[in-house]
């Protein structure tokens, strides 16, 4: 017996980018702990290199 492809279709009357905002929303509940480490990695990455970019500067 031959199995069948399942075929999904939805029909989706928001905007793009109202959708990318709700599953961006989704996606960010879904991996809350991730996502905050992400962020807090990024701010300690842009304090590091604000301090050694000040090194050896005399004002």
Do not use: W
């Not at 809350?32 to 590091?48: F, P, R, W, Y």
């Not at 290199?49 to 090194?55: A, F, I, P, T």
Request: aromatic share 6%; charged share 25%.
């Amino acid at each position: 017996m031959k199995k069948r492809k399942l075929n999904y279709r939805f029909h989706n009357p928001n905007p793009t980018a109202a959708t990318a905002d709700y599953l961006l929303k989704i996606f960010m509940e879904a991996n809350q702990e991730k996502v905050q480490l992400a962020i807090q990695s990024a701010a300690d990455a842009v304090d590091g290199s604000g301090e050694k970019d000040n090194e050896g500067c005399h004002a």
